[in-house]
T-cell receptor
Framework: SQKIEQNSEALNIQEGKTATLTCNYTNYSPAYLQWYRQDPGRGPVFLLLIRENEKEKRKERLKVTFDTTLKQSLFHITASQPADSATYLCALDSTGGGNKLTFGTGTQLKVEL | DTAVSQTPKYLVTQMGNDKSIKCEQNLGHDTMYWYKQDSKKFLKIMFSYNNKELIINETVPNRFSPKSPDKAHLNLHINSLELGDSAVYFC???????????????FGDGTRLSIL
Protein backbone atom coordinates (compact mmCIF):
# COMPACT_ATOMS: atom_id res chain seq x y z
CA SER A 1 0.00 0.00 0.00
CA GLN A 2 0.99 3.65 -0.37
CA LYS A 3 3.35 4.92 2.25
CA ILE A 4 4.42 8.52 2.83
CA GLU A 5 7.21 9.37 5.22
CA GLN A 6 8.17 12.74 6.60
CA ASN A 7 10.72 13.42 9.31
CA SER A 8 8.87 12.71 12.52
CA GLU A 9 11.38 14.63 14.58
CA ALA A 10 11.02 18.37 14.80
CA LEU A 11 13.40 20.51 12.79
CA ASN A 12 14.95 23.45 14.64
CA ILE A 13 16.84 26.05 12.65
CA GLN A 14 18.11 29.58 13.12
CA GLU A 15 16.39 32.58 11.63
CA GLY A 16 17.75 33.45 8.22
CA LYS A 17 18.83 29.91 7.37
CA THR A 18 17.21 27.66 4.78
CA ALA A 19 14.90 24.98 6.11
CA THR A 20 14.69 21.76 4.09
CA LEU A 21 11.92 19.27 4.73
CA THR A 22 11.72 15.83 3.16
CA CYS A 23 8.80 13.77 1.90
CA ASN A 24 9.48 10.20 0.74
CA TYR A 25 6.91 7.86 -0.69
CA THR A 26 6.79 4.22 -1.71
CA ASN A 27 4.54 1.88 -3.67
CA TYR A 28 3.05 4.60 -5.79
CA SER A 29 3.72 7.00 -8.66
CA PRO A 30 1.68 10.11 -7.89
CA ALA A 31 0.59 12.47 -10.64
CA TYR A 32 1.15 15.40 -8.30
CA LEU A 33 2.24 16.30 -4.81
CA GLN A 34 1.05 19.12 -2.58
CA TRP A 35 2.51 20.84 0.46
CA TYR A 36 0.42 22.30 3.28
CA ARG A 37 1.17 24.28 6.40
CA GLN A 38 -0.68 23.61 9.66
CA ASP A 39 -0.56 25.86 12.70
CA PRO A 40 -1.68 24.63 16.16
CA GLY A 41 -5.46 24.61 16.43
CA ARG A 42 -5.94 25.44 12.75
CA GLY A 43 -6.67 23.55 9.57
CA PRO A 44 -3.99 22.86 6.93
CA VAL A 45 -3.35 25.68 4.47
CA PHE A 46 -2.33 24.92 0.88
CA LEU A 47 1.11 26.19 -0.13
CA LEU A 48 2.31 24.62 -3.37
CA LEU A 49 1.47 21.92 -5.88
CA ILE A 50 4.01 20.22 -8.15
CA ARG A 51 3.15 17.77 -10.92
CA GLU A 52 5.08 14.67 -11.94
CA ASN A 53 6.46 16.34 -15.07
CA GLU A 54 7.81 19.32 -13.09
CA LYS A 55 11.19 19.20 -11.40
CA GLU A 56 10.87 22.37 -9.36
CA LYS A 57 8.29 24.97 -8.32
CA ARG A 58 8.85 28.28 -6.57
CA LYS A 59 6.65 30.73 -4.73
CA GLU A 60 8.30 33.67 -2.98
CA ARG A 61 10.66 32.12 -0.35
CA LEU A 62 9.32 28.61 -0.94
CA LYS A 63 10.74 26.01 -3.31
CA VAL A 64 9.57 22.47 -3.93
CA THR A 65 11.36 19.78 -5.89
CA PHE A 66 9.94 16.50 -7.08
CA ASP A 67 12.19 13.57 -7.96
CA THR A 68 10.08 10.71 -9.30
CA THR A 69 13.13 8.45 -9.58
CA LEU A 70 14.07 8.85 -5.93
CA LYS A 71 10.36 9.05 -5.00
CA GLN A 72 11.05 12.14 -2.98
CA SER A 73 10.01 15.75 -2.66
CA LEU A 74 12.02 18.41 -0.89
CA PHE A 75 10.43 21.55 0.50
CA HIS A 76 12.71 24.53 1.10
CA ILE A 77 12.05 27.77 2.95
CA THR A 78 14.80 30.30 2.35
CA ALA A 79 15.60 33.18 4.72
CA SER A 80 13.43 31.48 7.34
CA GLN A 81 11.60 33.57 9.93
CA PRO A 82 10.05 32.70 13.31
CA ALA A 83 6.65 33.15 11.63
CA ASP A 84 7.49 30.12 9.45
CA SER A 85 7.31 27.90 12.55
CA ALA A 86 4.52 25.38 11.95
CA THR A 87 3.93 21.78 10.90
CA TYR A 88 4.36 21.11 7.20
CA LEU A 89 2.45 18.29 5.54
CA CYS A 90 3.04 16.71 2.17
CA ALA A 91 0.13 15.08 0.37
CA LEU A 92 -0.02 12.83 -2.67
CA ASP A 93 -2.90 12.03 -4.94
CA SER A 94 -4.06 8.54 -4.14
CA THR A 95 -5.10 5.58 -6.15
CA GLY A 96 -8.82 5.64 -6.65
CA GLY A 97 -8.94 8.79 -8.70
CA GLY A 98 -10.76 11.98 -8.02
CA ASN A 99 -9.05 14.51 -5.82
CA LYS A 100 -8.29 12.10 -3.01
CA LEU A 101 -5.16 13.01 -1.08
CA THR A 102 -3.04 10.88 1.20
CA PHE A 103 -1.20 12.99 3.76
CA GLY A 104 2.11 12.42 5.48
CA THR A 105 2.28 12.85 9.24
CA GLY A 106 4.05 16.17 8.89
CA THR A 107 7.29 17.71 10.10
CA GLN A 108 7.26 20.37 12.79
CA LEU A 109 9.55 23.27 11.98
CA LYS A 110 10.73 25.72 14.62
CA VAL A 111 12.65 28.79 13.54
CA GLU A 112 14.59 30.34 16.40
CA LEU A 113 15.88 33.89 16.75
CA ASP B 1 -15.09 36.19 5.36
CA THR B 2 -14.47 32.63 6.51
CA ALA B 3 -14.08 30.36 3.48
CA VAL B 4 -14.75 26.99 5.13
CA SER B 5 -16.50 27.14 8.48
CA GLN B 6 -17.27 24.31 10.85
CA THR B 7 -19.49 24.20 13.90
CA PRO B 8 -19.06 23.52 16.69
CA LYS B 9 -15.36 24.14 17.29
CA TYR B 10 -15.39 21.95 20.39
CA LEU B 11 -17.65 19.03 21.16
CA VAL B 12 -17.47 17.14 24.45
CA THR B 13 -19.97 14.36 24.94
CA GLN B 14 -20.59 11.01 26.52
CA MET B 15 -19.98 7.64 24.94
CA GLY B 16 -23.08 6.32 23.22
CA ASN B 17 -24.49 9.72 22.27
CA ASP B 18 -25.30 10.87 18.73
CA LYS B 19 -23.82 14.15 17.49
CA SER B 20 -23.54 16.21 14.31
CA ILE B 21 -20.89 18.52 12.93
CA LYS B 22 -21.80 21.11 10.32
CA CYS B 23 -19.66 22.51 7.52
CA GLU B 24 -20.28 25.31 5.08
CA GLN B 25 -18.08 26.78 2.34
CA ASN B 26 -18.58 30.08 0.55
CA LEU B 27 -15.93 29.52 -2.12
CA GLY B 28 -18.34 28.23 -4.75
CA HIS B 29 -16.53 24.89 -4.79
CA ASP B 30 -18.19 21.73 -6.05
CA THR B 31 -16.39 19.20 -3.88
CA MET B 32 -16.33 18.87 -0.11
CA TYR B 33 -14.52 16.47 2.20
CA TRP B 34 -14.38 15.18 5.74
CA TYR B 35 -11.04 14.25 7.30
CA LYS B 36 -10.14 12.81 10.69
CA GLN B 37 -6.87 13.84 12.42
CA ASP B 38 -5.92 11.56 15.27
CA SER B 39 -3.76 12.26 18.31
CA LYS B 40 -0.63 11.52 16.28
CA LYS B 41 -1.64 14.26 13.83
CA PHE B 42 -2.28 11.79 11.02
CA LEU B 43 -4.85 13.30 8.64
CA LYS B 44 -7.02 10.74 6.87
CA ILE B 45 -9.81 11.19 4.34
CA MET B 46 -13.23 9.86 5.35
CA PHE B 47 -15.68 11.07 2.71
CA SER B 48 -15.99 13.40 -0.24
CA TYR B 49 -19.00 14.73 -2.08
CA ASN B 50 -19.18 16.37 -5.48
CA ASN B 51 -22.34 18.36 -6.14
CA LYS B 52 -24.18 16.42 -3.43
CA GLU B 53 -23.02 13.07 -4.84
CA LEU B 54 -20.89 10.74 -2.68
CA ILE B 55 -17.54 10.21 -4.43
CA ILE B 56 -15.14 8.89 -1.81
CA ASN B 57 -16.22 6.65 1.04
CA GLU B 58 -13.25 5.26 2.92
CA THR B 59 -13.39 2.37 5.35
CA VAL B 60 -15.32 4.25 7.98
CA PRO B 61 -17.75 2.65 10.46
CA ASN B 62 -21.33 3.07 9.28
CA ARG B 63 -22.00 4.99 12.49
CA PHE B 64 -20.60 7.92 10.50
CA SER B 65 -23.04 9.31 7.95
CA PRO B 66 -22.32 12.37 5.82
CA LYS B 67 -25.16 14.44 4.41
CA SER B 68 -24.93 17.12 1.74
CA PRO B 69 -28.12 19.17 1.43
CA ASP B 70 -26.50 21.35 -1.24
CA LYS B 71 -23.03 21.77 -2.68
CA ALA B 72 -22.10 24.44 -0.12
CA HIS B 73 -22.84 22.25 2.89
CA LEU B 74 -21.55 18.89 4.10
CA ASN B 75 -22.58 17.72 7.53
CA LEU B 76 -21.30 14.72 9.47
CA HIS B 77 -23.56 12.77 11.78
CA ILE B 78 -22.06 10.25 14.20
CA ASN B 79 -24.20 7.67 16.01
CA SER B 80 -23.32 5.78 19.16
CA LEU B 81 -20.08 7.63 19.81
CA GLU B 82 -17.12 5.57 21.01
CA LEU B 83 -13.93 6.53 22.84
CA GLY B 84 -11.92 5.94 19.66
CA ASP B 85 -13.91 8.63 17.86
CA SER B 86 -12.07 11.29 19.85
CA ALA B 87 -10.13 13.29 17.28
CA VAL B 88 -10.17 16.52 15.33
CA TYR B 89 -12.51 16.42 12.33
CA PHE B 90 -11.72 18.72 9.42
CA CYS B 91 -13.98 19.76 6.61
CA UNK B 92 -12.41 20.85 3.32
CA UNK B 93 -13.49 21.92 -0.14
CA UNK B 94 -11.97 22.16 -3.61
CA UNK B 95 -12.96 23.06 -7.13
CA UNK B 96 -14.65 20.44 -9.25
CA UNK B 97 -12.50 17.32 -9.20
CA UNK B 98 -13.45 16.62 -12.81
CA UNK B 99 -11.90 16.97 -15.32
CA UNK B 100 -8.61 17.96 -13.72
CA UNK B 101 -6.99 16.53 -10.64
CA UNK B 102 -4.74 18.14 -8.15
CA UNK B 103 -6.96 20.98 -7.05
CA UNK B 104 -5.81 22.55 -3.76
CA UNK B 105 -8.05 21.83 -0.82
CA UNK B 106 -9.25 24.53 1.56
CA PHE B 107 -9.72 23.42 5.15
CA GLY B 108 -11.84 24.60 8.03
CA ASP B 109 -10.26 24.96 11.46
CA GLY B 110 -11.58 21.67 12.74
CA THR B 111 -13.99 20.34 15.33
CA ARG B 112 -12.34 18.87 18.40
CA LEU B 113 -14.43 15.93 19.51
CA SER B 114 -13.80 14.50 22.97
CA ILE B 115 -15.65 11.43 24.17
CA LEU B 116 -15.91 10.96 27.92
Amino acid sequence: SQKIEQNSEALNIQEGKTATLTCNYTNYSPAYLQWYRQDPGRGPVFLLLIRENEKEKRKERLKVTFDTTLKQSLFHITASQPADSATYLCALDSTGGGNKLTFGTGTQLKVEL
Amino acid sequence: DTAVSQTPKYLVTQMGNDKSIKCEQNLGHDTMYWYKQDSKKFLKIMFSYNNKELIINETVPNRFSPKSPDKAHLNLHINSLELGDSAVYFCASSQDLRPSRGQPQHFGDGTRLSIL
